[in-house]
């Protein structure tokens, strides 16, 4: 009789395994860049799926806030000047500009019959205090470092504004995207800007709601409410777009997009510097041989294709392909794939034997984590022991981007504007964003003659020159720019990439059914 | 108690056995690295070459079942070992000393013991960071008040029995009445206890590596793959099924052998 | 009386032994949440603003009795994260997680006391082997696990509901009972198992007293036997067990919430260490401990109540 039971146990084991293996695998099929099956519609509604609650404060003047909250308050808040889709910069609240000869002056002319979401028409003084706010001409510190150079802002009539920069600055423009706030609210705790949504309800780690804004200045969106639903596990997002929980989600890699079938998917760039950013600060990782060896040791084109499905863009620096001016392709392949190199190099800094390497990651972005595991292998090869610590991504913010305690970590840094600096600026040795402690004289100092010329191709020469040097001191291992997946459900369409973090929600549209 | 084992001890058994085997084989070798990557191998289903198919980065995940159950045995091992060493003492002194220590002692256990279980590792984790150690050290001190509370009542029982009486009479040292004349006497109502804490123990560590707060990638261990394998349950089900079933069959190898000697003992 | 006395008293120092573990656990753990807060370059007048605000002066014990007084009072703190109270960080959250617990408690005892009955009732050889290797695979069953499966099963393959997405009770009872049934079955299987299990037990114990011959030899057929009389004395350990499941419960809707993507206590508790936003943390491993230890006390009472044969034993 107990062998019976014994029978009955295995043979229900045995049915599991063979259900289980009974699902074989038929190559999915998967829509990219899928045409619209049908006229857009307009109306509707949307639920999109974010890994990561938005950040606590929605003032977006916040210095810190995080790529995640901005490309959704893109939809909410607009600046004098708001970038398109191609990375132009088109008079968004403002309807006109001019600048001096000398670079050191904007001035803007309002356009007429903007709104804030309040109901209440923009004026000039709201334009005036969001740009000093921002660049904190009162408290003497600047809330917003793109508009940092503002020396004075000064309202002529009530059209135009006056903008005078303490130096010369070509790239302004792409600094002024600075959203512009009604004067007499607490943008911490009301989210009120002129946008194509208006934000309407928050549920911590739960949801955010968006509605159309019927006054909206320009091309109104189609949709009528966007819902984001916090879903912090990558695993759960997936499941939830399957089973139509939710309708989007953004920031897919391709290991995920292969379970969607079914689903419309826009493939794009993520504009962002994906790299093993190391804290140049601490042993053993302040020796530039073994940071170097570090970047022979990593194969970059094996990441891509291990953790991406071959989806993805090298890079060798901090500057990403779109901005096509600025990229230098020749450091892409400046370290090939070496271990023995590595080890050489190893051995030369005293670390025959390898070293202990902690690799922090946010633990909701699986791209990293992914990467992070490749890398980990990688490692292994030269005799490096890498260990992966998965924290939350507002740990990660804490220790890692605040409080530069880490050793090293995975992530994707994206430009706030379409400027050559914001990729660069973050690695001057004074610079409060440097979170890899990088420190360079030759760097400093090509880097101020960048920004302080007004002849632009010995602007861009001279940030080349600052790219040359992060690559030539490995101030990082710059991996990629990860290719970025969009999936979206059935219904919907016109999702656009920008060279930029952003998500649009104002283009997407639902087709009659 | 060994004469007559009911069924469930001996099914437990050999599940249990079959286990361990495969475990400690797999510590010594399996048919793969079980991280080594493969780009032109992902996502295979099961075949000859890899029996229970391949992962999102090509790895083998019959390789990778057998060390993470590896990995979760050992730090149910480990769990059980704290748990058990600390218990055991708490539970001998409180026990056969009684007084208004052990009853400060007895109110925390209960206490602890009235959070559930998963409360309270996650407590113990947002104190001591997240990881395999810290799992281990979490899990190890949740276990001790079980434990403590068994022995203690047990001691409790044997205190007024002849044989304890005879040996303090014959001027046995209170250490050595308790270790050595008291400890062996409750050692069989331990043996059940032990395989249930085993029991608790590997659905703990995957609940934890599940949740992403115990073992770190790329290392194996059954919660962890479940928690990978929830994104190709369509495409890939017997990514999570193997890992699924792994834990299935450690926590019912346990359970039977638990109650095999719990049942043995009541009836 | 005095029973009921006594339990009460335990009830309370325990609550107060809670409440004090719960709050010292968080504040061992090194970190200071004004720097969270604000930043690395923050002025001392602003410091002390949030200190202030927060209730971070004052001694432990002072903090603590601060604490312990907003607890009771409604008004557990600020949330690091969040920087607003933790109540309404918590609100929608609750009831959620209940109505969940609840639910899947429900769920273990209509299925757990019919099958304990069955597997007695049918003398079946192989019904009752069939029926026994079914009930220990079943309790071998992690939630999680059990939860995938059924989403997989009965929400992507066969569409029966849709996992990841929560209707509030309040909103449409309904179908806020259908999408929360899936979850409440992944965390009440397993349950329900070793339930009947203990049930079974509880019923064959009870078969072998006294009294059982003594109603055999009236010449009582066996169902009827344990009908009227076994069931009764049976079927009370098996409840005041439900009783005391409700730890395993709420324990399994923690994890269960992350795999159905409910926004639930279970999951804020997790981010929320993960955050570091200790207050949150503190105030759901209180409230769940609490319901728990209360549950316990309750069950007690009632056990005493029905059968005053149950003694401190």
Redesign the interface.
Known sequence: MKKRILVVVLSLIMAFTLAACGGGSAEPEININPEPAGEPVEGGEITVGVTADLDSSLDPHVSSSSAGTREILFNVYEGLVKPDSEGNLNPAIAESYSVNDTADEYTFVLRDGVKFHNGNDVTIDDVVYSLSRAAGLETGEPLVADVAGIASVEAIGDKEVVVKLKAPDTEFLAHITTAIIPKDIDPEKEVVGTGPFKFTERKVQESITLEKFGEYWGEKPYLDKVTLKVIDNAETLVMSLKSGAIDMATHLVFSQVKELSGLNIYEGASNAVQGLYLNNAVKPLDDPLVRQALSYAIDKQAIVDLAFDGHGTLVGSSMFPALKKYFVDELTNYYTPDAAKAKELLKEAGYENGFDLEITVPSNMQQHVDTAQVIVEQLQAVGINATINQVEWNTWLEDVYRGRKYQSTIVSFDAHGVAASDMLARFQSDNGKNISNFASEAYDKAYKAAVSTTDDAAQTEAFKECEKILTEEAANVYIQDVASFVAMGGDFYGYEFYPLYVADFSKIFKIAE | MIKGMN?HF??GA??TCIMLVIIIVGMFWTPYDP???S?SE??Q??SLQHLFGTD???RDIFSRVVQGAGATFMIAFATVAIGLTVGILIGLFTGYFGGWLDEILM??N???L??????LA??????FG??KYNIILALGILFIPSFARLVRSEVARQKNMDYVRNAKLMGVGTMRLLFVHILPNIVPVLLSAIAIGFNNAV?AE??MS????GV???DPSLGRM???A?????????Y???A??A???L??GF??IGEGLGGERNG | MKYVLKKTGILIVTLILISLLAFLAFQIIPGDPVTKILGTDYTPERAAQLREQLGLNGNVFLRYFRWLKGLVTGDPGISYSYFMPVKDVLKGKISLTATLSLLSWIIVTLISIPLGIIMVRYQNETFRRISVAFNQIFMAIPPFFLGMLLAYLFGLVLKLFTPGVYVPLSQDFGKGLVYLLFPALAISLPKAAKVAKLLHASIQDEMNKDYVRTAYSRGNSRWAVIRVHVLRNALLPTITYIAMTLADIVAGSIVVEQVFALPGLGRLLITSIGNRDFPVAECIVVIIAFVVVFMNYLADIVTQYVDPRVRLG
């Open positions: 069924s001996k099914i050999v599940i991280n080594q990557m780009g992902k996502m289903g099961p999102n980065f090509g109110r925390i209960d206490s602890i009235a959070f559930p279980s998963i409360l996650l407590v113990l984790i947002a104190i997240g990881g659905l995957a609940s599940f949740l992403g707060v770190q990638p790329p479940l928690n990978e929830q994104t190709y349950l369509m495409s890939a089900p017997w999570a099924m193997s699924g079933i834990i299935i069959l926590v019912l359970g039977l």
